[in-house]
Nanobody, 121 residues
Framework: QVQLVESGGGLVQAGGSLRLSCAAS???????????MGWYRQAPGKQRELVAT???????NYADSVKDRFTISRDSAKNTVYLQMNSLKPEDTAVYYC????????????WGQGTQVTVSS
């Protein structure tokens, strides 16, 4: 019902910046009932972890490891969420996944296909 397409990943040197984008498409009703969107990441051999989330009301939440370096934002008119990543570190290397959750009572969760971010030292 909702498709998420990420873009913006790539290779960058430590200290550099990247901006990820995630565009939601699909049934208008489903998109209009999305409450929160966010970014998760998974490094090789590790579990997927939360990076940042943003609600339809604009409330944000960040993992401690990315606070003050990453900024999540949302353009509701474009059904798109962004992740601005600054001061990147090698430990930020991972596949980054976009996530969207519909509000109750539906509660569906959707995931993008992932985009690779590689930070070289």
């Amino acid at each position: 019902q909702v498709q998420l397409v990420e873009s913006g990943g790539g290779l960058v040197q430590a200290g550099g910046s990247l901006r990820l984008s995630c565009a939601a498409s699909g049934r208008i009703f489903s998109i209009n009932t999305i409450n929160a969107m966010g970014w998760y990441r998974q490094a090789p051999g590790k579990q997927r972890e939360l990076v940042a989330t943003i609600t339809s009301g604009g409330n944000t939440n960040y993992a401690d490891s990315v606070k003050d370096r990453f900024t999540i934002s949302r353009d509701s008119a474009k059904n798109t969420v962004y992740l601005q990543m600054n001061s990147l570190k090698p430990e930020d290397t991972a596949v980054y996944y976009c996530n969207a959750n519909r509000r109750a009572p539906w509660g569906n969760a959707y995931w993008g296909q992932g985009t690779q971010v590689t930070v070289s030292s």
